[in-house]
């Protein structure tokens, strides 16, 4: 089966403060996204992983791949309030969908 | 380009009626999908098309009719509306794998209510 999982699912942090949210998934694929969604809006692409040991940074955020492990990670560095937000991974494992993780609920705190 | 758009933004209906949400899109995507989210809820996949004439089943798609008579257009229909369908539902497309190191994008979603 085909599976995607975010955690932690729900991470409240206070401004300043670096944190990880991890993606694990169930079986081989070198491409992987992440997706920010703030309240009542769509979702926007973030970053495109298509290789193992990509890394990809914007500003804050930094997302890279182990597709060895089947992990992905997106770091947070300094957290600011702007940052909060409902965070997605979403696997290309073929000629299927994209399987999503449930999302990460991110809260910055001052 | 206008990326991935959908109509309406907001519909209401009563239990039993039908109606169709348009998405198209002018990205010459191949690769088609139509989802659900519910509040607090991550993405459920309803149905999903990897080509003009070519439709699948996704997650949840009781309720639920696709056509893909096109490659810019995917329209979903609601046969006979009922409460569990309300939901905001998110339209999305991409190019096959070997075709692109491109996202999949989203439209901007349509938010239904079913009384």
Known sequence: ELKVEQNPLFLSMQEGKNYTIYCNYSTTSDRLYWYRQDPGKSLESLFVLLSNGAVKQEGRLMASLDTKARLSTLHITAAVHDLSATYFCAVDFGDTPLVFGKGTRLSVIA | ?115
């Open chain 2, 1 to 115: 380009n206008a990326g991935v758009t959908q109509t309406p933004k907001f519909q209401v209906l009563k239990t039993g009626q039908s109606m169709t949400l348009q998405c198209a899109q002018d990205m010459n995507h191949e690769y088609m999908s139509w989802y659900r989210q519910d509040p607090g809820m991550g993405l459920r996949l309803i149905h999903y098309s990897v080509g003009a004439g070519i439709t699948d089943q996704g997650e949840v798609p009781n309720g639920y009719n696709v056509s893909r008579s096109t490659t810019e257009d995917f329209p979903l229909r609601l046969l006979s509306a009922a409460p569990s369908q309300t939901s905001v539902y998110f339209c999305a497309s991409r190019s096959p794998r070997g075709l692109s190191t491109d996202t999949q994008y989203f439209g901007p979603g349509t938010r239904l209510t079913v009384l």
